[in-house]
């Protein structure tokens, strides 16, 4: 059964709650995924606190990183389409 005639099952009030929760849920996704990200290239790219600034080759790594880590989520995220298409 799909997603949106469960919805409309609901009355306005228990609909609003679950979009509201689903709506939490995305941002708090959001943010795992962030501090993750951080926290992966911090700790690929920064070995040791010289300054408050990023030195060249820190640069280029955490831009390296965040790179890579875009590409991959476009990736699975073509990939999901994808399947979802073909089913």
Known sequence: MENSILL?????KDKEEVLNKL???E??????????????????????LRSKNLDNN???CV???V?????FSRR?????AEKSQST
């Open 8 to 12: 409309d099952k609901l009355s306005d």
């Open 63 to 65: 831009n390296s990183c």
């Open 76 to 80: 699975i995220g073509l990939r999901f």
């Open 27 to 48: 941002i708090q996704d959001s943010m795992n995924t962030y501090n993750g990200l951080v926290q992966r290239c911090f700790n690929e790219c920064i070995t040791i």
């Open 67 to 71: 790179a890579k880590f875009m590409n």
């Open 23 to 25: 709506s939490e849920l």
């Open 58 to 60: 820190e640069k280029t």
